[in-house]
């Protein structure tokens, strides 16, 4: 199986999301979900992480990926 990593300095999948961490790790209460379909980014990439807001739409484009949201419904 070929993995292509081409985002971050030294090979990782985040470019640039809350590097200043060990690991990124983010919890979510289903009860607690504001809207009744909620989108999380899986790409590292969005402006609004956890949350999904569009970005990977130009990383496809860009890279010829094929990443998308995490869709969680309440
Ligand atoms: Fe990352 Fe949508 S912005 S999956």
Redesign the pocket.
């Known amino acids: 199986v070929a993995v292509r990593a081409e985002a971050g300095a030294g090979g990782g999948i985040n470019p640039a999301i809350r590097k200043e961490e060990d690991k990124v790790v983010d919890t979510v209460l289903i009860g607690e979900l504001a809207k009744p379909l909620t ?8 402006g609004t ?1 956890p949350l ?6 130009k ?1 496809n484009k860009a890279t010829g990926d094929n ?3 995490l869709l969680v419904k309440k």
């Open positions: 989108a999380y980014c899986r790409c590292w990439r969005s992480f999904c807001d569009g970005a990977h739409v990383h990443v998308g949201p």
